[in-house]
Structure formats: C-alpha cells, structure tokens
C-alpha cells in the first residue's frame, strides 16, 4: 500500500468516527424573542369584606393608573416598550373569575382602552372566603395560557385580609416561585391594621418581591399607581421588603 492510499484510508475512517458525534450535537437552539416586558395578573380582592364602595374606589384606583403618565411612561422605557396585563376578581379557593383578559399594553391607545375595561367590569363575585393561596394557583394558569414571551412573569395581589381558606398561602407562594414567578401585593390595612406584616411573611415572594401597604381604601389609587412603576420597571427591592406607600 502506497502512501497516499494509507492516507486515503485514514481521512476516510476518521470521518466514519465523527459523523456520528456530530448527529448527537445538534446546534443550538435560538434563544426566545421576547415580545413583552412583563406578563402581569392583577389579581383583585373581592371577598365579603369588600364593601360595593370599597370595590368601586379599587376598579377607580386601577384605572387612574393605567391612565396615568408615569405608568405609560414606565411602560416606554423597559426593553420591549409593551407588556401584558391581565385582571381577575378572586374570593374562595376556586372562586375565580377573569374580568379583563390578556391585553398587550404599549401605547396610550391601548393603555386607555385597558383602564376602561376595568371600569365597564362589573363585580362577579361577592363572597367564599378570603384565599390568598387559590388567588395565587389560578393566577399561576393565567401566565401559563399567556400568549406573550416575557421577560418577567409577576403575580400582583391586593387585598384585606390574610388567607383564611384553602391551603396554606405560604406553600402556593413557594410554588410559584420555584416556577420563577415573581408575587407582590398590595395589602389594604383598612380592616387588618398589621396585614403588611403578614403580606411580607407569606405572600410576596421571588426575586425582587416588594409590597406597597395602603392604610384604606381612600389612599388605595396611589398605592397601586406607584406599584405598578416599581412592576413594571423591574426595579423592586429585596424580597420581604416594604415600600411605604406614602
């Protein structure tokens, strides 16, 4: 055998030998293109405690912040210019009902026809109990059923009082943490004066989770005007800290 038959041969089996190492690293898959900031569940007390006027000085609170300037503002500035919000009235542990459905929010246009979605939204539930940890399960599918890539996935919980039905709060919290969901909230000390306290030990959890207590109802538009800045901006401090609302 010639040199270059014995080198023919060599090329020929080394070939052999790495096509199939090469079948078993295909390339790599292109990373997703996000098309949203931030998928946001708003998720809205509406247990007994609730009063009609506490529940109209809620929907007024959410959609003077989505009219606001600063939230729009908010919303220019992330890297994808939009977001996706969502709104539901929860109570009871399978006391759930989507009041306003995904929207993608990028523009004054849309921000505005978002606020008066909430207004035109009538109160569909008006008692069950108060659960936290079922208002956090269900909010979990809505991301899930999300059509939107986003970069953040945050579930905001408002409300006036500690979980009192279903299973524990602080488990579901943990859940969706580990589900690399972010949970804020927005506690409403009008009837439980130290429910900040408990927001901040069983509620609120992921990177970043932050929570704006409102000390009533009356203060509750400013409190989730400044919430959804901090949301949206990514800018929320350590988990099991608070910002003080006023």
């Known amino acids: ?15 052999a030998f790495a096509a199939p190492a090469l079948a078993q690293s295909p390339p790599a898959a292109p990373a997703p293109r ?18 009609a006027g506490r529940f109209e000085l809620q929907k007024k609170g959410y959609a003077a912040a989505f009219r606001s300037r600063q939230v729009l503002n908010a919303i220019r500035e992330v890297e994808t210019q939009a977001i996706a919000v969502t709104m539901v009235q929860w109570t009871g542990p399978r006391l ?3 009041v ?19 207004e ?3 109160r569909q539930l008006f008692g069950g109990g108060t659960s936290i940890s079922g208002a956090i399960d269900f909010s979990r599918l809505l991301l899930a059923d999300c059509r939107c890539t986003p970069i953040r996935r945050v579930i905001d919980v408002s409300g006036d009082g500690s979980n009192n039905s279903g299973r524990p ?16 909230g927005l506690p409403i000390l009008s009837i439980e004066p130290f ?5 901040n030990d069983n509620v609120i959890g992921g990177p970043g989770a932050f929570m704006i207590p409102a000390q009533n109802y009356d203060t509750f538009a400013d409190a989730v005007r400044k919430k959804l800045i901090t949301e949206i901006s990514g800018l929320g401090v350590p988990t099991h800290r608070s910002i003080a609302s006023d």
């Open 120 to 122: 035109a939204a009538p």
């Open 96 to 98: 759930h009902v989507v």
């Open 1 to 15: 055998m010639n040199l270059r038959s014995a080198f023919g041969i060599a090329v020929a089996l080394a070939v």
């Open 169 to 184: 709060v602080t488990i579901a919290r943990d859940e969706a943490v580990r589900d690399g969901i972010g949970i804020n």
């Open 34 to 51: 996000h098309d949203v900031a931030l998928a946001l569940v708003l998720a809205v007390d509406t247990s007994g405690s609730v009063s």
């Open 100 to 118: 306003v459905d995904w929207t993608v929010i990028k523009d004054e246009a849309s921000a505005e026809a978002f606020a008066a979605a909430i």
């Open 195 to 199: 429910l900040d306290r408990y927001y």
